[in-house]
């Protein structure tokens, strides 16, 4: 319970789901219970790529998203179409590039649509997570946690049950229907006793490196 209330802490959301597996099952569990209508991917590298990847898929297996705009992040300022969700990965680690997630959250008021992130690389490190609806993220990285588990944190709203699935019901996740990833969470409670020396930490081995 104390790293569960930490996680959400760091997010500014209000409830949360935890997983046995990585990012990746997060993202696919947010998009089968969250994500509907017609949407736009924000293209920013592989995440995005997998993004994308998944909504298809989704849009294929169930009738909840009836659109995919798949739109270069060059762009992204200039969209002003109504949507009903946005799904980005604010840090694409594979190219090095960043979007401030209040850019983010000023297109999704300009679309008048939700919010849903693939905050894997940008969770504990970036501000602002709190603006989305939905965010899937891992135990590690910026959580500083062992890899295995993985969290899907988000607002009071509808959640969507796909059918036919067992494993990839979030209610099934959130009323325990299956082992949790309780060694995994164990090693985050050790974390969340020093987090902002973990952070420091962190910030000067960044600064160390940009400098060699």
Not at 198 to 209: E, G, T
Request: hydrophobic share 35%; aromatic share 12%.
């Amino acid at each position: 319970n104390k790293v569960l209330k930490g996680i959400l802490n760091i997010t500014g959301h209000q409830k949360i789901a935890r997983l046995q597996g990585s990012a990746s099952m997060a993202l696919e569990v947010m998009i089968l219970n969250f994500v509907y209508g017609n949407i736009l991917i924000i293209k920013t590298g592989v995440y995005s790529d997998r993004l994308n990847y998944m909504c298809k898929t989704a849009k294929k297996k169930y009738n909840y998203i009836k659109k995919i705009d798949y739109i270069d992040s060059k762009f992204y300022k200039e969209i002003n179409k109504k949507y009903d969700w946005i799904l980005a990965c604010p840090v694409e680690t594979s190219i090095g590039y960043k979007i401030p997630i209040f850019e983010l959250y000023k297109l999704k008021k300009r679309c008048r649509s939700k919010l849903a992130l693939d905050a894997t690389a940008s969770i504990g490190l970036e501000e602002d997570h709190n603006l989305s609806d939905v965010a899937g993220f891992s135990s590690c990285k910026g959580l500083f946690g062992l890899t295995g588990s993985s969290f899907i944190a988000f607002r009071e709203q509808e959640i969507l049950e796909p059918e036919n699935s067992y494993y990839l019901s979030l209610k099934m996740h959130m009323n325990k229907g299956v082992t949790g990833p309780y060694h995994t969470i164990l090693s985050l409670y050790g974390v969340f006793q020093n987090y902002k020396k973990y952070l420091q930490r962190l910030d000067k081995w960044h600064k160390c490196f940009l400098k060699v």
